[in-house]
């Protein structure tokens, strides 16, 4: 008895071919195109599984990549005048922000005094230029002054109570975590930046 023709019709039957009686004489498609067709539609899927898995790695290695590098000209510094002979300019980061990296630069004249004061967290201090002269202390003293030349690196604990006299015009970078405050032990001893010069008024 001939059973259900049409099973497996891709790789077994076809429903075409001769007429005998009320029956159909089937065709056979060869079982060695049916594989190869398989196996196309296996390596198709393949292919498009690798796409999809390189452009969901592509995407991830963007999003992580790191910021590009900021390059910051000496010449590009904002200087703020913050006490008498000091100036203060940002390099990098946000110096007021909590937890986040900052670098600062410190420009002092030659003689120019930093009254004793300390930071909430540690301070980090590399002179650049000049002469930085720096003593630990509640009270500014010279004879606790000790010299740090061009290169000399000093780490400051957080709190600790210090001072500073500059030789020569003098360029420190500090760097550590924000927030960077200036807590003045006397405050009457600190003396503000000098006014700016007024501008010279044009001859009439």
């Given at each position: 008895?001939?059973?259900?023709?049409?099973?497996?019709?891709?790789?077994?039957?076809?429903?075409?071919?001769?007429?005998?009686?009320?029956?159909?004489?089937?065709?056979?498609?060869?079982?060695?195109?049916?594989?190869?067709?398989?196996?196309?539609?296996?390596?198709?899927?393949?292919?498009?599984?690798?796409?999809?898995?390189?452009?969901?790695?592509?995407?991830?290695?963007?999003?992580?990549?790191?910021?590009?590098?900021?390059?910051?000209?000496?010449?590009?510094?904002?200087?703020?005048?913050?006490?008498?002979?000091?100036?203060?300019?940002?390099?990098?980061?946000?110096?007021?922000?909590?937890?986040?990296?900052?670098?600062?630069?410190?420009?002092?004249?030659?003689?120019?005094?930093?009254?004793?004061?300390?930071?909430?967290?540690?301070?980090?201090?590399?002179?650049?230029?000049?002469?930085?002269?720096?003593?630990?202390?509640?009270?500014?003293?010279?004879?606790?002054?000790?010299?740090?030349?061009?290169?000399?690196?000093?780490?400051?604990?957080?709190?600790?109570?210090?001072?500073?006299?500059?030789?020569?015009?003098?360029?420190?970078?500090?760097?550590?975590?924000?927030?960077?405050?200036?807590?003045?032990?006397?405050p009457s001893e600190v003396q503000p930046?000098?006014?700016?010069?007024?501008?010279?008024?044009?001859?009439?």
């Amino acid at each position: 008895m001939i059973r259900d023709l049409e099973t497996d019709s891709c790789c077994r039957w076809s429903m075409g071919g001769v007429s005998f009686g009320q029956f159909r004489a089937p065709n056979f498609i060869a079982e060695e195109s049916c594989m190869k067709k398989i196996r196309v539609g296996r390596v198709c899927v393949a292919l498009v599984g690798a796409a999809v898995l390189a452009a969901a790695v592509y995407s991830q290695e963007k999003k992580d990549s790191p910021a590009p590098p900021k390059i910051m000209h000496f010449g590009d510094l904002k200087w703020t005048p913050i006490i008498k002979g000091c100036d203060l300019a940002t390099v990098a980061g946000d110096p007021s922000a909590e937890g986040t990296p900052f670098v600062v630069r410190l420009r002092c004249v030659d003689g120019a005094k930093i009254p004793a004061h300390w930071h909430p967290t540690d301070e980090n201090v590399t002179v650049l230029k000049g002469t930085f002269l720096a003593g630990m202390g509640e009270t500014f003293d010279e004879t606790k002054l000790t010299t740090m030349n061009v290169g000399n690196f000093v780490a400051m604990p957080k709190e600790m109570r210090h001072f500073a006299m500059s030789k020569g015009e003098t360029i420190v970078q500090v760097h550590g975590a924000g927030p960077f405050k200036v807590n003045w032990v006397n405050p009457s001893e600190v003396q503000p930046p000098d006014a700016p010069a007024a501008a010279a008024k044009p001859k009439s």
